[in-house]
């Protein structure tokens, strides 16, 4: 049972440093307001931006993705690959059902990509290359992330990095699970664009 302990140790860190809501703090310290009552009321960079404060949904951004990253490198450094593993599971855990907002999160895009570049920034380049063509093109985020979801176990898997794609496909169905509204709209044809004010 004890072999267990430090696995666990990491599971738990590294959700609660997921569970952190920096849109939510980083809207507060600007004088944003509640984000859970401004546009779509998501927590992540997307919404923060549509207050049109670009500083705060780049810092939003920056710090969802840095959590992520922090939990990846600082678990491999302690550990190895199978505590990054765990732990990019477990922050994107965190993120999109935390603690602190009775596990209604955000849809992890941001930390996704923190985690991804932490375990191999090839792949991790990738995925943002993949969501910023997308973005730049159709100007829709939730495309944008489930093309970069999409994209990410397939180059993992291409450099060798098989135990790491098995964690991004878990991950990469998440973030189709929380796109699950956004997918609706996609079909339908009413998904905002980016820079949309609701």
Request: proline share 3%; charged share 15%; with cysteine.
């Amino acid at each position: 049972m004890d072999s267990y302990l430090p696995y666990a140790g990491v599971a738990i860190a590294a959700y609660l440093l997921g569970s952190i809501p920096f849109g939510i703090v980083i809207a507060r310290i600007g004088g944003l307001g509640d984000l859970r009552a401004i546009g779509s009321g998501n927590i992540g960079a997307t919404n923060v931006l549509r207050t049109g404060d670009k500083l705060a949904a780049a810092a939003t951004l920056i710090a969802d993705g840095g959590k992520g990253a922090a939990a990846v490198l600082l678990a491999r450094y302690w550990g190895g690959d199978i505590y990054a593993i765990i732990a990019a599971v477990a922050v994107f855990l965190g993120h999109v059902f935390p603690v602190w907002l009775k596990f209604d999160g955000g849809k992890g895009v941001a930390t996704f990509l923190g985690t991804m570049l932490a375990l191999d920034w090839r792949v991790g380049a990738i995925a943002c290359g993949a969501w910023l063509i997308t973005a730049a093109v159709a100007r829709i985020s939730s495309l944008s992330a489930l093309i970069a979801a999409t994209t990410t176990p397939f180059a993992l898997w291409g450099f060798g990095e098989r135990d790491y794609a098995y964690a991004a496909v878990l991950l990469a169905l998440l973030i189709f699970y929380t796109h699950r509204a956004n997918i609706r709209r996609l079909i339908e044809g009413t998904e905002p664009r980016i820079g949309d004010k609701k």
